[in-house]
């Protein structure tokens, strides 16, 4: 497989599609184990999570549900800070096993503001599935529970991610070339 390019930039081959499915299966059985006297309810963000969302849930093999949201961070007053609310997040979050499902943290900014809110609504656990992490980015550290890849703080793009709105179909994950950054 060759460079494709993405706006103005040129991506380089990454993760397969074979890497991808098979980490994600590695992901998928853990859950299966873990939650196999439970019914979770997995909350998935939009946009970039949906094709690891949609692959990870057709190997889920226990009773769940599952919803997708998405975050819309704006800033609060002084003393909220920043605050992240949920669109679309339509089920009772109190008392219910809960796994995020999220394409990448990068700072871990999103998440850092995110699951607090969540945490106040009193579920009984709650538990993150990451594809991607970049470890030496992370500003705000989040514990993830399930995750597919630790990779480089480089800038990656498809299987839901994007690179200023494009690229997000592509089937495999690709990485910006060495003399883009
Ligand atoms: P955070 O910095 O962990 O809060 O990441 C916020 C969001 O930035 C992620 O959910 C992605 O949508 C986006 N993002 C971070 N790194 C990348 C990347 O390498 N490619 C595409 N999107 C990214």
Redesign the pocket.
Known sequence: MSAIKVHDKYFVPYLSEEEIQHHIQEIAAKINTDYADKKPLFIAILN?SFMFAADLFKHIAIDCEICFIKLASYKGTKSTGQVVTPIGLDTDVTGRDIIIV??????????NHFLPQLHNQQPTSLKLAILLHKPTATVYPIKIDYCGFSIPDK???GYG???NGLGRNIRSIYQLQENEA
Request: charged fraction near 30%.
């Open positions: 970039g999220e394409d990448i943290v990068d700072t871990g900014k999103t998440l800038f990656v793009v991610l994007d690179y």
